[in-house]
């Protein structure tokens, strides 16, 4: 192979493959970073869980977010329970 008339030479058949390889690396990379962007919001729902799933549950989650991460105790965590219980809205008469 020349290259403008001359020989390519030792460095030019290294920098030929260093290009090589960093457009392939290039690619790959763009690759598995389309299929994780398509495969978060697809069919499947999301990969991995929120940190706010628990609040999605309503005040009950919080609750229970609350007593697994020790900021109240089990009897407070009963006692509070039961009160959001007892107060659950209910169907609205007509």
């Known amino acids: 192979m020349y290259w ?46 929120t940190p706010h799933a628990a609040s999605d549950k309503g005040p009950e989650g919080l609750l229970a977010q609350r007593f697994a991460r020790g900021e109240i105790d089990d009897e407070e965590y009963s006692r509070r329970l039961a009160v959001l219980r007892s107060h659950a809205p209910g169907p609205t008469p007509l």
Do not use: E, K, Q, Y
């Not at 030479?9 to 290294?14: E, I, K, N």
């Not at 290009?19 to 994780?36: E, K, N, P, Q, S």
């Open 4 to 49: 403008n008339g001359h020989g390519m030479g030792a460095w030019g058949w290294f920098a030929m493959s260093l290009t090589t390889l960093i457009v392939w690396t290039l690619i790959v990379a763009a690759a598995v970073l389309v299929v994780r962007a398509l495969g978060r919001d697809g069919a499947h729902g999301r990969t991995a869980p």
